[in-house]
């Protein structure tokens, strides 16, 4: 148990390292004053370009994928792989480094998602391109791909309650933090990537 605080603590800090603005930093530019003021890789391929932005999505995927992944090699059962994930994602939408603001925790899910089941993450990432090249909403596409997740997860895996309960409440924190686009997409006004 105390190795799995351990890790528990490791994942919310591996999560909340803020890779968007350490890049936009280290290029001369502090992403939260442009674009939509968002650290995540969608902000940084508008601000920096689609080259960098790749790289933030790489690194924000990675910093969910690494906790989880540890905690499946140490033996801990799906409940831990999966708490470890949440508390990720967490990390990346409430970094203490940040003030405890952060990023939409999309490419972190993406990452947790990835290592937890594959075949539903593709799915997922199904899901998420047919509703992009739908709209060319990034962010109504990643809500559906969150939302959809744990659903998918639910049908191929039957899961326990606990696994499920913990990746509803992942995605809704992804869900929750993208607040202020529901409002522009029922308002008209989100933009379209370009």
């Known amino acids: 148990m105390t190795a799995f605080v351990i890790i528990a603590v490791l994942s919310f800090f591996s999560g909340s390292i ?4 350490i890049i936009g930093r280290l290029k001369g530019v502090d992403v939260r004053k442009h674009g939509s003021g968002n650290i995540g890789a969608t902000n940084v391929s508008r601000v920096l370009g689609k080259k960098w932005g790749a790289f933030v999505l ?55 998602f990835l290592v937890i089941s594959p075949l539903a993450t593709l799915l997922a990432f199904a899901v998420f391109l047919a509703v992009f090249f739908t709209t060319r909403y ?6 559906m791909a969150a939302l959809s997740f744990p659903i998918i997860f639910k049908v191929i895996e039957n899961p326990s309650p606990s696994v499920s309960l913990l990746l509803f409440l992942s995605a809704f924190t992804v869900v929750a933090k993208h607040h202020q686009n529901i409002r522009r997409l029922l308002r008209g006004e989100e933009k379209k990537y370009r």
């Open 58 to 112: 790489f690194l924000d995927a990675l910093k969910g994928a690494v906790p989880v992944l540890m905690v499946k090699l140490l033996g801990y059962p799906l409940e831990y792989q999966v708490l470890a994930g949440f508390l990720a994602i967490l990390g990346h939408c409430f970094s203490p480094f940040m003030k405890f603001k952060g990023g939409k925790g999309v490419a972190t899910g993406l990452g947790v």
């Open 18 to 21: 803020p890779f968007g603005y």
């Open 138 to 143: 990034v962010s109504l596409s990643s809500i």
